[in-house]
């Protein structure tokens, strides 16, 4: 005569042998035993998890007035579309499981006391070494394919667009959600963001090396385990 079993939520079956002895398939036992939650039989998916990263790299390239200058150290970035200047900013997210599925993502910025005009958000396409990066190389001996980060080294559409009217201020804008799914499945596709405007009213931003935490670039995601 079959049974069937219930452990922990999961069940497995078991057999009456003539003898009126049990037998446990072990296997089928084993098997639900150690399933994750979400994947034993009758069991509730996890719940969604929100993570909040600090910048893990942000420079800004100065490309009208010093081409040549490495920004890194520095506790702020310029943005400008007079005095032509790029920030970039990377996030690591290793933390979060590559089958996560993306629900939200936000980016966190500060007004470093210098408040302006609309500025543009764009994927970036190639690799950048903020110890090195200049506008006119990503890394030691390393062009850009766009100089000063331009396309094609950065994406042509937008995936976020905000105004930093109000100095002193932190402001929140989500990012395209599918970018942000693309960094978490292919950790390697994660170059960071560019930050550009085409007005001559640029804003200047707090940088991760700012004393407070609250005014470093952060970026919260909101996933599915």
């Given at each position: 005569?079959?049974?069937?079993?219930?452990?922990?939520?999961?069940?497995?079956s078991?057999?009456?042998?003539?003898?009126?002895?049990l037998?446990?398939?072990a296997?089928e036992r084993?098997?639900?035993?150690?399933a994750p939650?979400d994947?034993?039989?009758?069991?509730?998916p996890?719940?969604?998890?929100?993570?909040?990263?600090?910048?893990?790299?942000?420079?800004?390239?100065?490309?009208?007035?010093?081409?040549?200058e490495n920004t890194?150290?520095a506790?702020?970035?310029?943005?400008d579309?007079d005095?032509?200047?790029?920030?970039?900013?990377?996030?690591?997210l290793?933390a979060i499981p590559?089958?996560?599925?993306v629900?939200?993502?936000e980016?966190m910025l500060y007004?470093?006391?210098?408040?302006?005009a609309?500025?543009s958000v764009?994927?970036?396409l190639?690799s950048w070494d903020?110890a090195?990066?200049t506008?006119?190389q990503?890394?030691?001996g390393?062009?850009w394919?766009g100089?000063?980060a331009?396309p094609?080294?950065?994406?042509?559409t937008?995936?976020?667009?905000?105004?930093p009217?109000?100095?002193?201020?932190?402001y929140?804008?989500?990012?395209t959600?599918?970018v942000v799914q693309?960094?978490?499945?292919?950790?390697?596709s994660n170059?960071?963001?560019?930050?550009?405007?085409?007005?001559?009213?640029?804003?200047?931003f707090g940088?991760?090396?700012?004393?407070?935490?609250?005014?470093r670039p952060?970026?919260?995601?909101?996933?599915?385990p």
């Amino acid at each position: 005569m079959a049974l069937a079993w219930v452990l922990g939520g999961c069940s497995f079956s078991t057999t009456v042998e003539p003898s009126g002895n049990l037998v446990i398939d072990a296997r089928e036992r084993d098997a639900a035993i150690d399933a994750p939650p979400d994947a034993r039989i009758g069991g509730e998916p996890l719940p969604p998890m929100t993570t909040s990263f600090t910048s893990a790299g942000d420079i800004y390239l100065r490309t009208s007035l010093a081409p040549n200058e490495n920004t890194n150290g520095a506790d702020f970035f310029i943005v400008d579309g007079d005095n032509i200047a790029t920030g970039l900013v990377q996030f690591d997210l290793a933390a979060i499981p590559t089958t996560a599925v993306v629900m939200t993502a936000e980016m966190m910025l500060y007004v470093d006391g210098d408040s302006g005009a609309e500025v543009s958000v764009y994927q970036m396409l190639e690799s950048w070494d903020e110890a090195t990066a200049t506008s006119n190389q990503r890394a030691t001996g390393m062009a850009w394919l766009g100089a000063g980060a331009t396309p094609p080294s950065r994406g042509a559409t937008a995936i976020s667009t905000f105004t930093p009217a109000m100095p002193n201020t932190t402001y929140t804008f989500a990012l395209t959600t599918s970018v942000v799914q693309a960094w978490v499945a292919a950790p390697a596709s994660n170059f960071g963001v560019a930050i550009a405007t085409v007005n001559s009213d640029g804003p200047r931003f707090g940088a991760r090396e700012k004393a407070a935490a609250t005014q470093r670039p952060a970026l919260r995601v909101t996933y599915q385990p």
